[in-house]
Nanobody, 120 residues
Framework: QVQLVETGGGLVQPGGSLRLSCAASGFTFSSYAMSWYRQAPGKERELVATIASTGGTTNYADSVKGRFTISRVNAKNTVYLQMNSLKPDDTAVYYC?????????????WGQGTQVTVSS
């Protein structure tokens, strides 16, 4: 069955760094665009970063540009989110997403999330 398992969350001080990982299984990872979303308490889930299936194209939310980097290793079925210069506003549950748009359907998978807390 399809699984997306996020790891790497935790508590970090402002200005610190974390690296999130998302290990995928149960589908053809290299055929899917991968994204990281986040959801803070009382707020809607928002898109943080996306990387194309081949890794050639990336996009970021304005709020994280220059601080976060998304990458993937298709041979390991894993996508990463390197987060630097973290701010308290980055506190949220971070979710991994896999998306593939086909002619007549869209395949969309989610992980269970990992908590990131930025606090002194």
């Amino acid at each position: 069955q399809v699984q997306l398992v996020e790891t790497g969350g935790g508590l970090v001080q402002p200005g610190g760094s974390l690296r999130l990982s998302c290990a995928a299984s149960g589908f053809t990872f290299s055929s899917y665009a991968m994204s990281w979303y986040r959801q803070a308490p009382g707020k809607e889930r928002e898109l943080v970063a996306t990387i194309a299936s081949t890794g050639g194209t990336t996009n970021y939310a304005d709020s994280v540009k220059g601080r976060f980097t998304i990458s993937r290793v298709n041979a390991k079925n894993t996508v990463y989110l390197q987060m630097n210069s973290l701010k308290p506003d980055d506190t949220a549950v971070y979710y991994c997403n896999a998306l593939r748009r086909e002619l007549f359907t869209t395949r969309n998978y989610w992980g269970q999330g990992t908590q990131v807390t930025v606090s002194s």
